[in-house]
């Protein structure tokens, strides 16, 4: 699933007849006092430079030729440079885990609540003064720890959450429980390797119930079809009916989950 981009593209007269040295790996470009950092990749067999700007991690990337020049790389970010900024100036806020942030998890609203008298690392509440409850994720400890101890728990969650799909859906195919390995991938939801080992963003968490029930189910499916043929989609929908909707979901909301904590990725899966 291709995260959120949205791109122009151009081409530049100057070329050079070999692969430039010097070309960074990015930069930052400004427009009207807004800054804005610009990665750059290479690609060959192409004459064309194009910028496109990733929701999920909030930047710009430039693709040029691979003998393309710095100068010229400039030159095309630079001159689009009030595009740049617009699209990114567009995009929802990050949220940092600090106190007061609120995030969602399994797709629930929840403050993020510092308890530095309690002690345990941290929870979930729902308070019962109001008629519509407050829920919080509680963490106790020093200030410094807040913003770990907040990303361990939802790792923990995802992992719990996840295995227990993954292994609901093992035993409705009759293969053997598989492992799971939680990342904050650059390029995937999930994955499920030719020997059967499955991987997971763990932000998942943040996402409802049924987004993630779905992505165990499309990688359980993968034990038995390493494609996306017809017959993997079939078992997929067998497996989870809700596999439609969370796909529309994820099309829609997935790049949002990147906002929360720190993040480096633009995502699909497989």
Known sequence: MPAMFFSVAGSVKKLT??????????????????????????MKGTQRYTLRVNAAVREA?????????KAAALEFATKHAAWICARLKRLPLAVPFVPGSVLPLRGLPHILSHRPESRGRAWTEASEEQTTPILSICVAGDLPH???????????????????????????IGVSGRKITLRDTRSRWGSCSHDGRLNFSWRLILSPDYVLDYLAAHEVAHL?????????WELTHQLCPNTDRAETWLKFHG???????????ETKFE
């Open 17 to 42: 007849s070999r692969t430039p040295k010097g070309v960074p790996d990015c930069f930052e470009i400004s427009h009207s006092g807004q800054t804005a950092l610009v990665r750059v990749k290479r």
């Open 61 to 69: 990337v430039l693709t040029m030729p691979s003998r393309g020049t």
């Open 146 to 172: 807040f913003r770990r101890r907040v990303a361990d728990y939802l790792k923990r969650e995802a992992e719990l959450d996840l295995s227990a799909a993954v292994q609901k859906y093992c035993d409705m």
């Open 224 to 232: 038995i079809h390493m494609d996306h043929s017809e017959k993997f």
């Open 255 to 265: 790049s949002d989950l990147y906002r929360y904590g720190e993040t480096s990725a």
